[in-house]
């Protein structure tokens, strides 16, 4: 698995496509799209900073920080 | 070192579709690189022509955009005058095997120490949707509006045929795994070919009822499954992802440096 990140998702809307794929497989449903179709970490708590949405977005556009 | 000191911010946001695989797969290149510590300046990136090589100018390190199909003739090149760099040489099918087979066959047999990155889509996305060699039977593409009659290559069994020493197979799904295979690649002495199925939302997707690209990482989910498992045994259609080979074998400009001394000596 992922090696253990500090810190939750931050989400450069710049870069961020919509496509989804953070959204879909973030094991604990902790990120969302927004009205502007950017990737949003929409429930914070469910967040386990595994890192992956940060691994698999194709826009570089998160960071866990 | 972030992943932002990897890559050239000013070409950001990149030129890809949306949700497109090969982003991850240039994600994933940029973290076995900082894994491994290798110097940036140790480093040259050499691609094609396609979708695929446009990472060469989104990475910041030495990188060459050569021509179609040609990138390992290039890098073959670079490789025999500087053998003490790391090269890496992303790919795409249609580049990989279809215009630049041949070059790929004869890396595969020299055995020279690349690493051959093959971005695998099953199409051709830059000009339009046309059928490659792994497009699979029956598909839809631009040149095969009636389903595809072209046996695919299983580009696994090619290279190995052909003589790689590594050969690897993963999927922009399976990412930390991804990373980890790209680092045992890249420190492999010899050629390593490593085969990432990556998704095409655009043209591979939108034609073959997989209409996004969250489908098409679920399909690489649900539809792989690791080398020689049991589930492979019970539904023989999983396309298995894992380490196929590791070998070590001659490594081609370490028997040329041989050669050199070899005529120099008489
Ligand atoms: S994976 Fe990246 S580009 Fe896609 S929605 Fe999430 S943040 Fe945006
Ligand atoms: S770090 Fe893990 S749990 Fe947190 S939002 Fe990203 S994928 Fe979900
Ligand atoms: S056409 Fe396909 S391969 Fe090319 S950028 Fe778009 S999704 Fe990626």
Redesign the pocket.
């Known amino acids: 698995m992922a090696k253990k990140k500090k810190g939750k998702p931050v989400?450069n809307r710049e870069?961020?496509?919509?496509?989804?794929?953070?959204?879909e497989f973030c094991p604990e449903d902790a990120?969302a799209?927004d009205e502007m179709e950017?990737?949003n970490l929409a429930y914070p708590d469910k967040c386990n900073s595994c890192g992956m949405?940060e691994l698999?977005?194709?826009?570089l556009?998160?960071e866990l920080r | 070192m972030a992943v932002k000191d990897y890559i050239r911010e000013r070409f950001f946001p990149h030129l890809w579709c949306?949700?497109c695989g090969h982003g991850i797969v240039m994600g994933a290149m940029i973290r076995a690189i900082e894994k491994l510590g290798i110097q940036k300046s140790d480093i040259v990136v050499v691609s094609g022509i396609g979708c695929s090589s446009r990472i060469c100018g989104y990475l910041d390190f030495h990188t060459l955009h050569t021509l179609h199909g040609r990138a390992l003739a290039f890098a073959t090149g670079l490789k025999l005058s500087r053998p003490e760099l790391t090269l890496l040489v992303p790919m795409g099918d249609g580049d990989a095997f279809a215009i630049g087979g041949n070059h790929l066959i004869h890396a595969a047999r020299r055995n020279i120490d690349l690493t051959a990155i093959i971005m695998n889509n099953n199409i051709y996305g830059m000009t339009g949707g046309q059928s490659s060699p792994s497009t699979g039977y029956g598909d839809l593409a631009t040149t095969a509006p009636y389903g595809n009659i072209d046996p695919s290559f299983d580009p696994v069994n090619l290279v190995l045929g052909a003589g790689a020493s590594f050969v690897a197979r993963t999927t922009t799904y399976h990412v930390t795994s991804m990373i980890n295979i790209l680092e045992k690649a890249i420190t492999h002495k010899g050629f390593s070919v490593v085969e990432v199925l990556s998704q095409c939302p655009t043209y591979y997707g939108r034609k073959n009822r997989l209409a996004t690209a969250v489908d098409m990482m679920n399909f690489y989910k649900n539809r792989t499954t690791p080398i020689g498992s049991k589930d492979k045994e019970k539904n023989p259609d999983l396309i298995e992802r894992g380490i196929f080979i590791q070998e070590e074998r001659p490594e081609y400009c370490a028997e040329y440096a041989k050669l050199i001394e070899k005529a120099r000596s008489q």
Do not use: F, M, T, Y
Request: with cysteine.
């Open positions: 989400i870069w961020c496509k919509g496509c989804g794929i953070c959204v990120l799209l950017k990737s949405c698999r977005c194709p826009d556009a998160i | 949306p949700g």
